[in-house]
């Protein structure tokens, strides 16, 4: 059976020695006083929890799967799963990062990001249903109106109620204006709901009290497209006036999708027959607050990818230190056994160092842009906050897309480690797999996530928040530019900065001409401004870590992070280069195929 521990060093290098999160977060009001013993206790708790609790219920969870009563339109999940909610309740954990004024623990982004690794590392099946709840109360304390979050913030900070985030429809995905769910007004102020959702994660349980679904709907007058969307607050239970659990409201699961992964967590049709709902916001402009909740689901997912990345390395670094399998190629490196370690082979390190870059990367940038998060909420700087803020909007997408792109190769080059074993589900590999594959496609496909960084995060404002990003490489390749010690991270970050500036505006002026030319190149360019942060994000580590060793600590974990980077340069970042190749080699090898598709 897979194990896990939680990687508290490798979080506390990235937080503590590479960001220096406690020095900015001093200069967050909010935050003054969280300190690195702070952060660090946290974190050790809450890897306990993870390990201890969630951990042995994963493959469990995953082979028993969530179960649907059609008679009473109830699921109930996997056994143990109530006991562990109860459990993470009862320790304080899902008000880690809310407001103090609803009972929250009013803890920095940065620390739940931390959190949320381990959980999903643990069990990301189970992780689901506290993640939306977090994304519930996010929105709610953006656009919702006081006596909303009077009565639903304490109870959804508290852990009794939960969260959704209902969207798509059976005839629509990605594309929310096409959505028919109809939201008609009522005397009283309230609106009665009638369509379909489906693949709604977390949709119906057995974990708590009363469920609070957040639905995208449509006034009767409401104008075509995704300008004509409204957002709405809808309970299982509508709740009284003392926030207590009422009478039951007319939205139901009416099935629960049988999916390639994820077994665990009950992802569900649900359907709304004049459920009482009440709205958020404006009219006509509820996709702009679901965004609040939509974008944070999509930090969510990069950090589900991240967690199995590491898991699945952990477990294929200890298969291959124990099967013994062939020798060396240069020799017996255990003479006293049969067969040395499979760890002895070359390609065994490939697969091995390809999940740690991955994973090391991964947990770089996701740490990054919650900090920068931080900033963007509460810096007392407007300056600062605003370009905090357009880094999180430049990042966002490459954490979604690019982490869970590497998480999936990560999981399968773990399963290959293990061989045909790896192909049995009693080692728990294939479970990571399956897993994996679904962070590639929901809140948004990566193709989606790829537009956006290229269409609206770059092009259309003319690259403003590209060029500060750009800012931060150019200060730093300047600060390391006379270092003979960081050339070999240095050089290639600068090189391949200079491509992505020439690429952008090469695209851009393509797609004056024709719009095609976006979708032609958004996946690889995606790919190429990911090869960037993770070049940084590398240069950034090797910078500590070299600084460390010349200060004498000869301890293996710097010279490992050393060694990573230098694989990292070596066989992952070479890459770049071909996926600016297919960047600009254009539509027409795409959309000129009539022929093809006859």
């Known amino acids: 059976m897979p194990q896990y521990t939680p990687p508290l060093r490798d979080m506390q290098f990235v937080m503590h020695e590479v960001l220096d999160a406690t020095t900015l977060l001093k200069e967050l009001p909010p935050y003054a006083e969280v300190d690195a013993d702070l952060i660090n206790q946290v974190c050790e708790e809450a890897g306990k929890f993870c390990s201890e609790v969630l951990q042995p219920l994963n493959a469990s969870g995953d082979a028993e799967g969530c179960h649907y009563d059609a008679a009473t339109r109830t699921v109930t999940t996997p056994k143990g799963f109530k006991a562990a909610w109860d459990q993470f309740v009862q320790a304080g954990w899902t008000s880690l990062t809310a407001d103090a004024e609803f009972g929250g623990q009013g803890l920095p982004h940065l620390v739940g990001s931390a959190v949320h690794e381990m959980q999903n590392a643990a069990n990301q099946a189970w992780t689901m249903y506290p993640g939306l709840t977090q994304g519930v109360t996010e929105l709610l304390n953006a656009h919702g109106s006081a006596e909303q979050k009077a009565l639903y913030m304490p109870k959804l900070v508290a852990g009794e109620w939960t969260g959704t985030m209902c969207l798509t429809e059976p005839h629509c995905g990605t594309d929310l204006g096409l959505i028919r769910t109809k939201a008609v007004p009522q005397a009283d102020g309230s609106y009665k709901l009638t369509g379909q959702k489906i693949f709604i994660s977390s949709g119906e349980h057995d974990l708590a009290d009363n469920i609070i679904h957040m639905v995208l709907a449509k006034l009767p007058d409401a104008p075509e497209g995704s300008k004509g969307i409204s ?174 792109d590497n998480g999936l190769q990560a999981t399968n080059e773990c399963l290959q480690v293990f061989g045909g074993h790896g192909y049995i589900r009693e080692w728990g590999m294939e479970q990571f797999v399956r897993d994996a594959r679904i962070n590639l496609i929901y809140e948004g496909t990566n193709t989606i996530q790829s537009l956006d960084l290229l269409g609206r995060k770059v092009l259309m404002d003319g690259g403003a928040r590209l060029r500060k990003f750009g800012k931060i490489l150019t200060d730093f390749i300047e600060e390391e530019g006379v270092n003979e010690a960081m050339q070999e991270f240095v050089n290639p970050l600068a090189d391949l900065a200079d491509k992505v500036q020439k690429l952008t505006m090469e695209l851009g002026m393509k797609a004056m001409a024709d719009k095609d030319e976006v979708g032609a190149a958004a996946v690889p360019y995606l790919r190429v401004a990911g090869h960037v942060v993770f070049a940084y994000a590398f240069a950034r580590m090797a910078q500590v870590a070299q600084r460390k060793i010349a200060e004498g600590d000869d301890s293996p974990f710097y010279q490992a992070k050393l060694q990573t980077a230098r694989f990292y340069f070596g066989r992952l970042y070479p890459e770049s280069a071909a996926a600016i190749r297919m960047a600009r080699s254009g539509a027409k090898n795409l959309m000129d195929t009539e022929a093809v598709f006859a």
């Not at 999916?259 to 027959?273: D, R, V, W």
């Not at 509460?378 to 803020?389: G, I, M, S």
Request: aromatic share 6%; proline share 6%.
């Open 231 to 404: 957002l709405f607050i809808v309970p299982k239970f509508v709740p009284t006036a003392d926030a207590g659990v009422g009478e039951r409201n007319g939205i139901f699961c009416s099935g629960i999708e049988h999916k390639m992964g994820i077994h665990a967590n009950s992802t569900c049709q649900m359907t709304l027959e004049d459920a009482t709902g009440w709205m958020v916001g404006e009219p006509n402009k509820g996709l702009a607050a679901m965004f609040v909740m939509m974008n944070g689901a999509r930090l969510g997912v990069g950090m589900q990818s991240l967690g199995l990345t590491e898991v699945a390395y952990q477990n294929a670094l200890a298969y291959a230190r124990d099967r013994l399998q062939m020798r060396a190629l240069t020799g017996p490196k255990a003479p006293d056994k049969p067969a040395d370690p499979i760890l002895v082979h070359p390609d065994v390190r490939r697969m091995l160092l390809t999940a740690r870059a991955w994973a090391e990367g991964g947990r770089f940038l996701a740490y990054w842009i919650s900090l920068l998060l931080d900033q963007s909420l509460h810096h007392p700087d407007a300056e600062v906050r605003k370009d905090a803020d357009d880094l999180v909007s430049l990042l966002t997408p490459i954490v979604k897309a690019f982490i869970t």
